[in-house]
């Protein structure tokens, strides 16, 4: 008796149609699959190589977002084992520090250094790379100001406090908090372009910029925000940093942390996300978070915004693609997929609640609860 041996088609076609997901189908959550070696490759490197199988053009999809969203409703990603080369590319952020001082600076250098163009040409007038809140409006601008005052209400900021923004970005908070709320900002950043851009934005104002890695801040702060940074501290660094930021803040003071957050507890990074987008990115738990603050902050409050990501990068997407001719001629097509592909299969994992984002408003002990206006 012959056994019958499935297809790599087969068995993707079978997995894809639990998702109600098909191949070639009318749907736009269907994929079109142009290249047969799509089916080995996705079984032998998961996520890894599908999107690199995108990004080659061997697949293509009219809601990219919405496939993403129902492989990880029914958690397809965790059906596929992957083969024995995927393994490897787990290991290293379970067995090192893959976060540690010596290199911090390459996500800087293959991500947030590239040309600021790219970015300004998707994000809003703060340049605000991390979520918005569309709270009465489907405005990106309005969403992301909506954002900005609901960190610096939480942080309860008045015109005295001196305020330490770890992981500063293009400046975005620390000129709307120095010119809204009067306060002094001193903002740190791993990246150069980033902290010469900052500078500039944010000149004439109460705002110093610092091209500083986390573990060197020295002084005391009213108040401490971090937004969008944890992200790019590691498993073995998160007890470090809380341990900055207990020693930096005052002891009446306020600390905010706005981060993307995972429902399970990892060590290791996404293979796709670490090769192409934020190389050593890493997302942690609630668990991981509880362990790191433990004995040093009393959590005031801990608000989820994850679904108004999925709006933020469906927003950022439709600008980018907007602004693509003018940028065409400094990347190349296939950089224009892995963009594309970035935006829109994160929207998806926000979308199927894979993905959180968490602002956690904390304090030290024995100062009493801040009067956060929320």
């Known amino acids: 008796m012959r056994c019958h041996v499935s297809s790599p088609r087969q068995i993707v076609e079978t997995l894809l149609s639990r998702a109600g997901i098909a191949i070639g189908g009318r749907n736009p959550w ?64 379970i067995l090192f520090n893959l976060q540690s001082k010596a290199r911090a600076h390459m996500v800087a250098e293959r991500h947030y250094n590239l040309d600021c163009e790219l970015f300004l ?10 979520c918005a809140y569309f709270s009465d409006t489907d405005d990106l ?56 851009y900052a500078a500039d934005f944010c000149k004439e104002l109460p705002v110093r910029i610092l091209e500083c890695d986390y573990r060197d801040i020295r002084g005391a702060f009213d108040k401490i925000v971090s937004v969008g940074m944890f992200e790019h501290v590691g498993w073995k660094n998160y007890r470090a940093f809380m341990r900055v930021v207990h020693r930096s803040l005052k002891h009446d003071g306020i600390f905010l942390l706005h981060t993307i957050g995972g429902n399970e507890s990892t060590r290791y990074c996404d293979p796709w996300i670490t090769k192409y987008i934020f190389p050593n990115g ?50 190349d097509e ?41």
Not at 121 to 130: A, E, V
Not at 155 to 181: K, Q
């Open 282 to 331: 890493m997302l942690p738990s609630i668990a991981q978070i509880s362990r790191s603050i433990e004995g040093l902050f009393v959590v005031e409050d801990w608000h989820n915004l994850g679904p108004h990501y999925d709006k933020t990068l469906m927003a950022w997407n439709a600008n980018f693609q907007a602004a693509w001719p003018r940028l065409e001629g400094r990347y």
């Open 30 to 93: 269907d994929i079109t699959v142009h290249d047969e070696r799509f089916f080995p490759r996705v079984l032998r490197e998961k996520n890894l190589g599908l999107g690199e199988a995108y990004m080659d053009g061997w697949w293509d999809c009219r809601k990219l977002d919405e496939f993403i969203c129902r492989v990880l409703n029914i958690r397809l990603d965790v059906s596929i084992k992957g083969g024995f080369k995927y393994l490897p590319l787990l290991l290293p952020g």
């Open 121 to 130: 040409s998707f994000l809003d007038p703060y340049n605000q790379y991390s």
């Open 141 to 196: 601008d309005c969403a992301q100001q909506n954002k900005l005052d609901l960190i610096c209400r939480k942080a309860a900021l008045c015109r005295t406090d001196h305020v330490l923004d770890i992981g500063c970005g293009w400046g975005g908070f620390a000129r709307y908090a120095a010119e809204t709320y009067g306060c002094t900002v001193t903002a740190v950043n791993i990246s150069r372009e980033q902290a010469r």
């Open 334 to 374: 296939r950089f224009k997929r892995m963009w594309e592909y970035y935006l829109l299969s994160c929207a998806g994992a926000f979308r199927a609640r894979s993905n959180q984002v968490w602002q956690i408003v904390l304090t030290k002990y024995g100062c009493g609860q801040p009067a956060c206006r929320l």
